[in-house]
């Protein structure tokens, strides 16, 4: 499955980005989709998973703030940033996983997405 992302850009603190990233393949609308982000100079981490019944996940760091969503036939998924921060700045990846794995609070290791899109970067400036 090909993933590709976009809306990424620069934001003051306190202000919103929407994410969104396109699945396309002969299998899609069967994975269970999520996002990645890497901070500068930093190891990449989870940020948020949505399962296949819907079920979202979401790091600690970002509830309350950001929303992972599907469309109906789940070949776009978004992730609404509001209230950003400045440690917030990374570049994003949308990934996919399939089969999708039974996660119940946390998000599974990067090991776990089977594809990645390129990234998008996003810039939260004080």
């Known amino acids: 499955v090909h993933l590709a992302e976009s809306g990424g850009g620069s934001a003051q603190a306190g202000r919103s980005l929407r994410l969104s990233c396109v699945a396309s393949g002969s299998t899609y609308g069967k994975y269970c989709m999520g996002w990645f982000r890497q901070p500068p100079g930093k190891k990449r981490e989870g940020v948020a998973h949505i399962g296949s019944y819907g079920k979202a996940i979401y790091a600690d760091s970002v509830k309350g703030r950001f929303t992972v969503s599907q469309d109906n036939v789940k070949t776009t998924q978004y992730l609404q940033m509001d209230s950003l921060k400045p440690e917030d700045t990374a570049m994003y990846y949308c990934?996919?996983?399939?089969?999708?794995?039974?996660?119940?609070?946390?998000?599974?290791?990067?090991?776990?997405?089977?594809?990645w899109g390129r990234g998008t970067q996003v810039t939260v400036s004080p």
């Open positions: 990934v996919a996983q399939w089969p999708c794995l039974p996660y119940t609070d946390h998000m599974g290791p990067e090991d776990e997405y089977n594809f």
